[in-house]
């Protein structure tokens, strides 16, 4: 029995598998930036670790909604590929806000 990634690569293109690997890239850079600032909250001060936490769970939603629908796509070879990838590229977006506002905490608390 072939394996999931055996099998897609032999049904899809070549150009969705590069794609699949420069999103499955993407998301593991924003992973690691995540856990980067957990480590970071973990060093905050009380008064913004809360906050931070929030902002840091909100953050990590959003990486899980890429994710999900990131598999999603592949799973579902009907859908429209150009529009797969702009919703995808629409939740990068709202992941860097996330990310943003949970950073701009961090680097507050430290000034502070």
Do not use: C, F
């Amino acid at each position: 029995m072939a394996t999931n990634a055996t099998s897609r690569t032999k049904a899809e293109p070549n150009l969705n598998t590069v794609a699949d690997d420069e999103l499955d890239g993407v998301l593991d850079d924003w992973h690691a930036r995540i856990d980067e600032l957990k480590v970071q909250v973990d060093l905050a001060t009380m008064d913004v670790r809360e906050d931070m936490a929030k902002r840091l769970e909100v953050t990590e939603n959003v990486y899980l909604a890429v994710r999900s629908r990131l598999a999603d796509a592949r799973h579902d070879a009907g859908k429209n590929m150009a529009t797969v990838r702009q919703s995808v590229d629409q939740l990068l977006v709202d992941l860097r806000r996330a990310y943003d506002d949970a950073e701009a905490v961090v680097k507050r608390s430290h000034g502070a």
